[in-house]
Nanobody
Framework: QVQLVESGGGVVQAGGSLRLSCAASGRVVEFTTMGWYRQAPGKQRESVATLTSSGSTNYAESVKGRFTISRDKAKRTVYLQMSSLKPEDTGVYSC?????????WGRGTQVTVSS
């Protein structure tokens, strides 16, 4: 199994920045895709940013130009750099990785953006 632990969440004022980290441990798996998802109160979970093993990225329209997903393969860590944060970015951010036909999720980290 693969364990994922997110960190870096917190409370930030609108316009501020945060960097989220998702560290993988356990079984060594070649990840096919890595992604960050968020769930705001009362809303469904949505994809925020994804990164494939080939380096292709995809972002939700609402975060394009503000968020950047990246990885450190040696550290088995995926990052989400978030800038120009808005109150509507508030939510629980979780990371997901896929590999060997399986999907693994972290438990999430809370991001709260105050106006």
């Amino acid at each position: 199994q693969v364990q994922l632990v997110e960190s870096g969440g917190g409370v930030v004022q609108a316009g501020g920045s945060l960097r989220l980290s998702c560290a993988a441990s356990g079984r060594v798996v070649e990840f096919t895709t890595m992604g960050w998802y968020r769930q705001a109160p009362g809303k469904q979970r949505e994809s925020v940013a994804t990164l494939t093993s080939s380096g292709s990225t995809n972002y939700a329209e609402s975060v394009k130009g503000r968020f950047t997903i990246s990885r450190d393969k040696a550290k088995r860590t995926v990052y989400l750099q978030m800038s120009s944060l808005k109150p509507e970015d508030t939510g629980v951010y979780s990371c997901k990785v896929t590999g060997l036909g399986l999907a693994f999720w972290g438990r999430g980290t809370q991001v709260t953006v105050s106006s």
